[in-house]
């Protein structure tokens, strides 16, 4: 049971590139979410998605993209990395919606952007 | 939006002993809390949750509390072992059926619970 797994784990990439950040579950979650955590911030809320096909805004969007072509991936892309963008990232799934269900986090992509 | 105030940053507690972490939430719609617990280099965990029609919840040594009225809740860990030396996050949303948006997870800073042998 592979649950939810993050690609890759530790990611270094400089201001301007893209990088695409992946996540993928097996359990066949209608939902999936992207947190990133920072020292004094807790856990914030990227973007969500309800199904394929379906994403919304959380709290910090800006300079983010996502796409769900699949129940099972949901990437996150940053378009033109920033220095304020280094990170770590979790998705997370849920079967219901998440703000009443367990959500299961994947163990994280450590990001820096230099 | 809801906001989720948890104290405090830091609790150090020597092995055996019990462990308090508390959570204040602002939106009174609030009706669903649950707490994560994360190890180093892992993500956050489920542990327990509490919904509001209930007061206090109990799964072995760790047990939530709720007070509606005041609007906080609070995580309860007795006998402490070295296996709870974590970081711990409390959250609070408004369930769908009550009007939440899917997205709905408010979630505290963080507790970094230090348990001392």
């Known amino acids: 049971d592979a649950g939810i797994t993050q690609s890759p784990r530790y990611k270094i990439t400089e201001t301007g590139r893209q990088v695409t950040l992946m996540c993928h579950q097996t359990w066949s979650h209608s939902y999936m979410f992207w947190y990133r955590q920072d020292l004094g911030h807790g856990l914030r809320l990227i973007y969500y998605s309800a199904a394929a096909d379906i994403t919304d805004k959380g709290e910090v969007p800006d300079g983010y993209v996502v796409s769900r072509s699949k129940t099972e991936n949901f990437p996150l892309t940053l378009e033109s990395a920033t220095r304020s963008q280094t990170s770590v990232y979790f998705c997370?799934?849920?079967?219901?919606?998440?703000?009443?269900?367990?959500?299961?986090f994947g163990p994280g992509t450590r990001l820096t952007v230099l | 939006g809801e906001n989720v105030e948890q104290h405090p940053s830091t609790l150090s507690v020597q092995e055996g002993d019990s462990a308090v972490i508390k959570c204040t939430y602002s939106d009174s719609a609030s009706n669903y809390f649950p707490w994560y617990k994360q190890e180093l280099g892992k993500g956050p965990q489920l542990i327990i949750d509490i919904r509001s029609n209930v007061g206090e919840k109990k799964d072995q040594r760790i047990a939530v509390t709720l007070n509606k009225t005041a609007k906080h809740f609070s995580l309860h860990i007795t006998e402490t072992q070295p296996e709870d030396s974590a970081v711990y996050f409390c959250?609070?949303?408004?369930?769908?059926?009550?009007?939440?948006?899917?997205?709905?997870?408010?979630f505290g800073k963080g507790t970094h619970l230090i348990i001392q042998p």
């Open positions: 959250a609070a949303s408004i369930s769908v059926q009550s009007g939440g948006g899917a997205d709905g997870l408010t």
């Open positions: 997370a799934s849920s079967r219901l919606a998440g703000n009443t269900d367990t959500q299961y």
